[in-house]
């Protein structure tokens, strides 16, 4: 069994078991809905390996949480996202300035994550989130700018196999995790929280015959959720 299969199992088992594994505690049934809006820093791994930098994606959709208990001073519970969500890359490279490359694409994901928390029912807590992600590609695109013809033609030793290349695997799935902080108001839970995924998955195909053995996306988000209680 592969290394990556074997992990994502782990964590995805964890991601169920920890919400679950402090039965003893002082019970809750809080389930708060809500909106998260934010900013995707994204990049790809390649192998062989093709030069980027940060490409910029938004990231937004709806929020469900649900808190079932307090453990001593640990809250747990679970949260679950529909989000649409921009992934790709941008291809830099420092001796060819006037040449550029990105691709855009477009993903619905849906985070499955634990939600452990520390802090005051009302005020301010400190949180960590963790669990498997899924996605599916809706599209993408495409933008080239330079004149590529003219840089390869003078020896570039640049990869280009991807230019143009049509995504194999629609399906996209990974681990995620983060941290931040949530302000418990009367008026509703607000939350700016920091995350990062890893696909475990490869959107181009990877056998042995196949030019890229890997093709996994890395993403940095930021975001920012808003929350109100549907039963406290």
């Known amino acids: 069994m592969k290394l990556k299969t074997i992990i ?12 679950a594994c402090a039965q003893v505690g002082e019970q809750r049934h809080n389930l708060a809905v809500g909106i998260n809006g934010g900013v995707n820093l994204n990049s ?6 093709v030069k980027q930098q940060n490409l910029m994606g938004i990231n937004g959709g709806i929020t469900a949480r649900y808190i079932s208990e307090k453990y001593f001073s640990m809250i747990c519970g679970a949260q679950v996202e529909v989000n649409f969500s921009q992934h790709g890359w941008d291809e830099y490279y420092e001796d060819y300035p ?18 452990l928390a520390f802090g005051k029912d009302r005020g301010l807590q400190f949180f960590i989130h ?40 629609k399906f996209d799935y990974g681990i995620t995790g983060g941290a931040g902080i949530e302000l418990r108001t009367k008026a509703g839970n607000f939350l700016v929280e920091g995350r990062y995924y890893y696909a475990l998955s490869d959107f181009y195909n990877s056998s042995k015959k196949d030019y890229f053995s890997r093709s996994a996306h890395g993403i940095i988000t930021a975001k920012i959720t808003y929350l109100f209680d549907l039963r406290k």
């Not at 782990?10 to 920890?18: K, P, Q, R, S």
């Not at 006037?98 to 939600?115: E, K, Q």
Request: glycine residues 12%; hydrophobic residues 40%.
């Open 130 to 169: 963790a669990g498997p992600q899924i996605g599916f590609l809706l599209g993408d695109s495409e933008k080239i700018s330079g004149n590529w013809e003219e840089v390869l033609a003078n020896g570039a030793n640049i990869v280009t196999e991807q230019h143009g290349k049509s995504i194999d695997n």
């Open 8 to 19: 994502g199992a782990i964590l995805l088992t964890g991601a169920y078991v920890l919400p």
């Open 98 to 115: 006037t040449i550029g490359y990105s691709r855009t694409m477009n993903y619905v994901d849906i985070p499955f994550l634990a939600h």
């Open 44 to 49: 790809v791994t390649f192998s062989p390996t």
